[in-house]
């Protein structure tokens, strides 16, 4: 202890010398300068000696670096390559507007869509265009062909995770059958009835024997417990129809109007809990623009990476970008209202056929679309004794014209009866690039057959039906029939739908007709109905109740930086571009190949 003290007084007595510390200091500072001057600058003469030497071999080394870089790059991309990955966001443009997300009153291509990604259907169609199971697990078809007992799977959950039952599907039916409710699907539900035998069984009842009755219930299936309690007038008016509740893909987290104002824009999260397993995509935005022209900015400013039913030239984008044409079971017809004056003359829509060169207005268009003559797609008619093409014969329209009363009076180009009065039609369809292009030419044929032509274009708003198609406000309608996969037009040519609410727009009536059609639908042969189709086909033809102009075709566009997965065959109809969706793909990742 005395020891540690000691040393501990000795430390106290330790001074510092400043002038000590200084002079050392200079001495360091002095050597250092002496070995600098005679190892570094002393050799600078002989470095300039054998500075080329230095250069060539520093040279020689960058160039080996560079080199091997440039191996290790190549062989890289000999094993590596770009692969889709799960996540990213998906977006997509469609024409119309977002008015709805509820699925009763989805009208516009850009509801109908948000209706697909949104909810599920009991039946859906695969890569080859046959019914698929979507809710649905099974089908019994009772021995009279007018019960049908469906089976659902008991895995499937609204997104607020309530169990979907068969009493979902019996009240979505009941909605769709409501005049109160006015859904878009209220004609062909009308005498239906269903009834839930328990909670994973729902029976169908129809009036009559009903052959493609399956290919009706791809409906999107809505949830009871939410809209139960509200009013069935006050159901299009509801929450739900901007904040629904589905149980497809997608769940809706928000929609909103872009920064712009312009337009609507759904934003939608893949769901995890789907039954069929969830999307490789985090997110999807549908974008409801009004117009192509509004379309085309979005792809080329980067704001969708997609557009859905476009009409753009690949002139318009840059050549990175990847456009698709995909046939749909889906004609458009210019559609004779046969109530109006000049049309009830079975001659006059004959020679309106005859005098319409549908091969100009298809090129029109300026991409291929299949031709389309019949009320059916290409190949729905099956064997021989398929009814042939009416041709353009100018000089035989002029001629039935001349027959049905309607002449030119000298010096004049319009045509006139016996009472003076011209012969002038109004031709009403939806704005569309291709509408308005088919419109153009279709308007020049006929007056130069001395047919005065008015047009009107009409937006793809909630009033074109209650304002333009239910009161038939036209003379001609250029319109978009959707056929689907199963022939079966009895909707759209059978006389009992001439009316308000129903889908006859031509208003066409024919006893012969009626009967094929009747017919058919109540048959299960597939050869008999065949055959039944194509007797109505000719008396369609032979009636003109409307010209066939071409087949619809979907037209795809995309980014590089997204994979969509469409059916390579083509689409029932335009949203079922989606039944592949969860496959679809919007992120890429670096990935080693496998030998």
Avoid at 351 to 376: C, E, H
Avoid at 410 to 433: C, F, H, M, W, Y
Avoid at 455 to 466: E, G, L, M, N, R
Avoid at 488 to 510: I, M, T
């Amino acid at each position: 202890m005395a020891d540690e003290k000691g040393s501990w007084k000795r430390f106290q007595r330790i001074t510092f010398d400043s002038k000590t510390f200084s002079k050392r200091a200079l001495r360091a500072e002095s050597s250092t300068t002496r070995h600098a001057r005679k190892f570094v600058v002393g050799k600078l003469d002989s470095l300039r000696n054998v500075k080329q030497h230095v250069i060539l071999w520093l040279s020689i080394i960058g160039v080996l670096i560079v080199a091997v870089a440039v191996q290790m790059f190549w062989y890289q991309q000999a094993y590596r390559t770009m692969a889709w990955k799960e996540g990213g966001t998906y977006a997509e443009a469609v024409i119309g507007p977002l008015n709805t997300l509820n699925p009763l009153f989805a009208s516009t291509p850009a509801e109908q869509s948000a209706s697909k990604l949104i909810f599920s259907s009991l039946y859906t169609y695969d890569d080859t265009g046959n019914l698929s199971d979507d809710l649905a697990t099974s089908m019994t078809i009772g021995q009279s062909g007018k019960e049908y007992v469906v089976t659902i799977r008991d895995d499937a959950r609204w997104s607020d995770d309530t169990k979907l039952t068969a009493q979902d599907i019996v009240f979505t039916v009941n909605l769709m059958k409501s005049a109160e409710v006015r859904s878009v699907m209220y004609g062909n539900w009308v005498d239906v009835s269903a009834e839930a035998l328990d909670d994973n069984t729902v029976k169908f009842t129809l009036p009559a024997q009903y052959a493609s009755f399956p290919h009706a219930l791809t409906f999107s299936v809505v949830p009871r417990h939410i809209l139960q309690d509200v009013a069935l007038g006050s159901i299009r008016q509801s929450t739900f129809s901007v904040s629904p509740v589905g149980s497809g893909p997608f769940t809706l987290r928000l929609l909103q109007n872009s920064p712009d104002g312009r337009h609507k824009i759904a934003n939608l999260s893949a769901s995890s809990e789907y039954y069929k397993g969830a999307p490789r995509l985090a997110r999807f935005e549908l974008h409801g623009y009004k117009d192509q022209e509004d379309m085309v900015r979005a792809l080329q400013t980067g704001e969708v990476n997609a557009a859905a039913g476009t009409n753009i030239q690949a002139s318009d984008l840059p050549k990175s970008f990847t456009t698709k044409e995909y046939p749909v079971n889906s004609g458009v017809y210019a559609l004779f209202n046969s109530d109006s004056f000049a049309l009830k003359d079975a001659k006059v829509r004959q020679a309106l056929q005859s005098g319409t060169d549908t091969a100009a207005l298809r090129k029109a268009i300026g991409y291929d679309v299949p031709n389309l003559y019949l009320p059916f797609v290409s190949g729905q008619l099956k064997g021989t004794g398929i009814p042939a093409e009416r041709p353009f014969d100018i000089a035989k329209a002029k001629n039935l014209l001349d027959q049905a009363g309607w002449t030119t009076p000298a010096g004049q180009s319009i045509r006139q009866n016996a009472s003076g009065q011209q012969l002038e039609l109004k031709i009403v369809t939806v704005k569309d690039p291709t509408y308005e292009k088919v419109l153009e030419r279709l308007a020049g044929q006929w007056r130069e057959l001395g047919v005065k032509v008015n047009t009107d274009i009409k937006t793809a708003s909630q009033d074109f039906v209650p304002a333009t198609l239910q009161p038939r406000d036209y003379d001609v309608l250029l319109y978009k029939l959707v056929i689907g996969v199963d022939p079966d037009v009895y909707a759209y040519w059978h006389s009992s739908q001439a009316s308000r609410l129903g889908y006859n727009f031509a208003n066409y009536r024919n006893n012969a007709a009626d009967e094929a059609l009747s017919s058919a639908r109540a048959r299960s042969e597939q050869d008999l109905r065949n055959e039944k189709y194509k007797a109505f086909a000719t008396q369609w033809l032979n009636d003109a109740p409307a010209i066939g102009l071409y087949q619809s075709v979907l037209q795809y566009v995309y980014r590089p930086s997204v994979q969509p997965d469409i059916m390579v065959g083509g689409v029932p109809s335009e949203v079922d571009r989606y039944n592949n969706v969860r496959y679809w793909s919007a992120e890429q990742l670096p990935v080693y190949k496998t030998p």
